[in-house]
């Protein structure tokens, strides 16, 4: 008898407990991905689209490639090899979004380090100079050498960064500051700021809410918010930053990859045109955790963005829309059975670590097929067609370093 009057005291207690935990419904926004709300959470508390996780059927695209390029959109995988995308395609049951861009090629990565990391990757990408690891428009002398957003500053294009790492992160900076260290994230914040980049969501508030970085997000001009719910707030003709977490950003925290996204390019489109990189930073980071589920996760989010943009630049001429990544991460293999139980953490076989083998580049859009002719290209060759592309259209400027 004792002994069913304690089992139901502590059924009880069990009760109440749970009753109290689900009865707090005052839970905001998670500022770091540590304490990142589920897949559920994040299909209930949003009626965006855009916002839910899922896979998207892709399809062929149509994108006018006979009209001289006007804007250019720069997707980067990061870690994104060719073995991750292939065991996407696994997973999903059909074609990764990249699979209907018309044109592709391989990318070789080294930096004059060896392996790169995304520093030197994206500095390569971005200013076509191969450097150190660590160095952010910089070649190895410590010297600034021009960013893409720098050189399309020159002919009065607009110019946005999206990712869901923080905004300073090494991908992001990349395209627009000069720092010989990835991590001087104030730095690199108020160079960005100082370049006036026009569009830049992501993490990082731990960077932008501070006394000192608000006074120059103010003095720049800058429309700023924290929230999700804010982006329809953001007025086009105005530069807007948007630091949606204290640090960074998993593909469960809203607003999503794609959401941000389409908000860059509704602010971005205009008579001017524009540059605007888009990274999908976790992929990276869980390859580097050898966590399969979670970057399979990453790469659904990835291929959704992907679609949309495609879909977007469809409805606007004069787009060249670039996938990529900046290295290969964790050397992935892929399942010989094919099966989508076999994507799993035994594909993995770097311990986490980089490597140097080529990526892919997948092309579509204005004068793409003029652009993207060899099989092989250097990451440093990605900036000059780049430039080659935006020369044609609105002629060459003198260098102009902005910070």
Request: proline share 3%.
């Amino acid at each position: 008898m004792n002994k069913k009057i304690l089992s139901l005291v502590l059924a009880i207690l069990l009760c109440i407990s749970l009753f109290a935990c689900t009865g707090n419904t005052e839970s905001t926004e998670p500022t770091t991905d540590s304490t990142a709300p589920s897949a559920e959470y994040v299909e209930a508390s949003t009626e965006a689209q855009s916002d839910v996780l899922e896979w998207v059927q892709c399809k062929e695209y149509k994108l006018d490639e006979d009209v001289p390029v006007k804007n250019i959109i720069l997707m980067i995988g990061d870690g994104m090899g060719e073995n991750i995308i292939k065991n996407a395609e696994i997973v999903k049951g059909s074609p990764y979004a990249t699979s209907y861009m018309p044109y592709s090629c391989y990318v070789g990565t080294d930096s004059l380090s060896g392996t790169t990391d995304s520093a030197a990757a994206s500095t390569a990408i971005s200013c076509g100079v191969k450097t150190l690891n660590k160095y952010i428009g910089m070649d190895a002398e410590e010297t600034p050498v021009e960013t893409i957003i720098e050189f399309a500053k020159a002919r009065d294009m607009k110019a946005g960064l999206v990712a869901t790492h923080i905004i300073p992160h090494a991908t992001p900076a990349g395209m627009v500051a000069h720092v010989n260290y990835r991590d001087l994230f104030n730095n690199i914040t108020k160079q960005m700021i100082k370049a006036e980049v026009d569009v830049m969501f992501g993490g990082g508030r731990e960077y932008t809410d501070t006394e000192k970085m608000q006074a120059r997000i103010k003095s720049g001009d800058y429309s700023y918010i924290e929230r999700a719910e804010e982006l329809s707030t953001l007025e086009k003709g105005k530069k807007a930053i948007g630091a949606f977490a204290y640090f960074d950003m998993t593909s469960n925290v809203n607003p999503s990859l794609t959401t941000m996204t389409q908000k860059a390019l509704e602010l971005l489109e205009g008579d001017e045109g524009f540059f605007l990189m888009v990274e999908a930073s976790h992929i990276d980071i869980f390859e580097a955790q050898e966590d399969m589920d979670s970057t399979m996760i990453e790469m659904q989010a990835f291929d959704k963005c992907i679609d949309y943009t495609l879909r977007w630049a469809e409805e606007h001429p004069g787009t060249l829309v670039l996938v990529t990544a900046d290295h290969e991460t964790g050397g992935v293999i892929v399942p010989e059975s094919g099966l989508p139980e076999d994507v799993n953490n035994d594909c993995f076989t770097s311990e986490g670590e980089h490597t140097s083998a080529d990526v892919k580049l997948f092309a579509a859009g204005a004068q793409a097929g003029n652009l993207f002719t060899e099989y092989k290209i250097e990451n440093t060759d990605i900036a000059l067609i780049m430039r080659k592309a935006l020369n044609d259209t609105y002629g060459e400027k003198p260098v102009t370093l902005l910070n």
